[in-house]
């Protein structure tokens, strides 16, 4: 059976993984490699690197790093942040990167989309939308980390996405974005509803029920940064009480 | 030495690593001529893409008559992925092309309401022990898979997985031509353990 997928999330500025709540106030938390190796052995299935220096200076780094973190995972890994190019993308997968993510640059050039996936296939492309709430039924797509309105809705974006080639999105709520008081569950429902391909839910974990709450909104993965990283919640545990909920998860089998 | 395929197709890198790991020395081929210096023992055809592109890479670059004596010589062959999925009599992606023609079956769309890509980690039911020691059969285990297309249950089925209740085959074994539909070079602990007992098991 197909399980349902935990992906810890991991910011990188200049080569160093760092996290902020809200985007915001950055702490120092390590070696990428190093880290992504931790969360390998405790059963992650999946990570996630977004480089936030990308957009500015530091891209340079990320070609380094990359190929570290390759070196030492056995698991797959997407990394994101500032790439405005299919060559850019196909380097980062040369490098080792199972995935690609785009966030900013597709919503201002869709045709990145269908050029990367031409070239690396839709497995290998991640849509990577920023969503916030407008009405009880209705989100608005934000672009820059969250900071910039677009007037685009959700729903029709990621449909439009889809249809262009991307293979998976990973949907960030910004209304439940670094509140730990759990996932936006309706907007979880309204994509993964809308759309063909899997969806990573995220933003808002604090506790072991709102991974509940959003498998069971539809979610096939769901992602999170500061409750993995501070050491909350720990991804054996959290794996262990949602197989005892009846969720399918990947149990380590020395666990 | 095993030689690892490079068409054009995939990610060798990776597989080559996760080689390293288990301490088995190995050498990317991007050319038909690197089975002349007589080292290589194994090829590993990996793969990621769609079938018909990567059936053309392979028969540009003459690997389509390569691996057809290789296997023919009843030399070892791994695919992994699309490469598993290259060693069937076809697929039906992109309209039907001819395969390898080693695992008796062809390639079609996993059918039914489901999500495609089947992305994630899922367990695999061996049909048989020969590809698995030391009890793994009853074991659980888990392997990263990303794919839509998919061989169906055939005469080669050592495994099998199944997606909303579509069943399809995960590993097929003919002679000493062994194909994962899965990545075990990215499934961890577990998939590095298999890919050694795998090429131990092929002979290698």
Redesign the interface.
Known sequence: ?????IIPCLDVQEGRVVKGVRFRELRDAGDPAALAELY?KEGA?ELVFLDISASSAGRGTMLEWVETV??RL???FTVGGGISSAEQARDI????A?KISLNTSAVTEPGLISRCAAL?????VVLAVDARRKSKSSWEVMIKGGSIETGIDLLSWVEHACSLGC??ILLTSMDSDGTLDGFDTECIEAVSSSV???VIASGGAGNTLHFLEAFLAGA??ALAASVFHFGTIRIGALKKDLDALSIPV?I??DD | MIGIIDYGAGNVGNVRRALSQINRESVILDSVYGLCTGLIECLILPGVGSFRPAMENLHIRGWDRSLSEWISDDRPVLGICLGMQLLCEGSEEGGFTKGLGVFRGAVGKIPGPVKLPHVGWNTVNWVSDRLCREGRMGKVSHYYFVHSYALPACADTEGTSSLDGEIFTSVARRGRIVGFQFHPERSGSVGLELLSQTLEGMGV
Do not use: N, W, Y
Not at chain 1, 93 to 96: H, N, S, T
């Open positions: 059976m197909l399980t349902k997928r390998m299935d390759a070196d056995f698991i797959p997968v040369a490098l080792g199972d690396l296939g839709s497995q290998a293979g998976e063909p391909v899997p096939d993965a990947r380590l089998e």
